[in-house]
């Protein structure tokens, strides 16, 4: 019994330290202050560049929790040093965070603008 319960606390563990989805990150706070001197022609452009970063980074962030899956399972199940090769939420986490904060920060001063400009989420 006891010899059975070992590998499924190991790989209960492995997967908390797994990425997370990218969906399933909280945006950083971004004070809208930074925005509100921009016109709407500006909070356009500049959302999107932060819209286009955080794309990217949601990618990777869902690449990243892809491979760890993969890793967990093989060092799991054949080759336990794999589970050094685990990202976990790292600086991408910590990017696409900082992003999600950003857009929401630009709805927010647009909105206060009557600007209309609204992000369909990543």
Not at 51 to 67: D, I, L, M, T, Y
Request: glycine share 6%.
């Amino acid at each position: 019994m006891m010899v059975r319960l070992i590998p499924a606390v190991i790989a209960v563990a492995a997967l908390s330290a797994c990425a997370s989805k990218a969906d399933n990150i909280q945006g950083t706070y971004t004070p809208t202050v930074l925005y509100e001197n921009l016109t709407c022609q500006q909070l356009v452009r500049e959302g999107w560049s932060v819209s286009n970063r955080a794309h990217a980074a949601a990618g990777k962030q869902n690449r990243h929790r892809v491979e760890d899956e993969v890793a967990i399972t093989a060092g799991v199940l054949v080759f336990w040093p794999a589970l050094f090769f685990t990202h976990g939420n790292d600086a991408t986490s910590a990017e696409y965070a900082q992003l999600k904060g950003e857009m929401q920060a630009i709805e927010d001063a647009s909105q206060n603008k009557n600007c209309g400009i609204v992000f369909n989420r990543v």
